[in-house]
């Protein structure tokens, strides 16, 4: 069991930066394999990017591939999202997810979520 709790989103305007943050809690948290998901208005739920236990291997859409990184510390039980360059297009809520299987793009193979945290790019 492994519970998570989003943070960093906001307003910010186009051009500009975030760093969203996902500390996880419970029984062997830095274990999981990480992903981040966004989900927009109106629209299914994308995956974003995704990391293993160890940060050895990471994965992107390439929507975000040169913007955004993926990053853990184990240490802190925190994976991190640094979003750069954004655009009104990137306006979502972003979702972390854990699974202790492997590291996947696909919404299904996580299961745990945390709340959300809303992400809005304004022009």
């Known amino acids: 069991q492994v519970q998570l709790v989003e943070s960093g989103g906001g307003l910010v305007q186009a051009g500009d930066s975030l760093r969203l943050s996902c500390a996880a809690s419970g029984r062997a948290a830095s274990n999981y394999y990480m992903g981040w998901f966004r989900q927009a208005p109106g629209k299914e739920r994308d995956f974003v990017a995704a990391?293993?236990?160890?940060?050895?291997?990471?994965y992107y859409a390439d929507s975000v591939k040169g913007r955004f990184t993926i990053s853990r510390d184990n240490a802190k039980n925190t994976v991190y999202l640094q979003m750069n360059s954004l655009s009104p297009e990137d306006t979502a809520v972003y979702y972390c997810?854990?699974?202790?299987?492997?590291?996947?793009?696909?919404?299904?193979?996580?299961?745990?979520w945390g709340q959300g945290t809303q992400v809005t790019v304004s022009s």
């Open positions: 990391i293993t236990w160890s940060g050895s291997v990471t």
């Open positions: 997810a854990a699974n202790g299987f492997y590291i996947s793009r696909r919404d299904q193979d996580y299961n745990y």
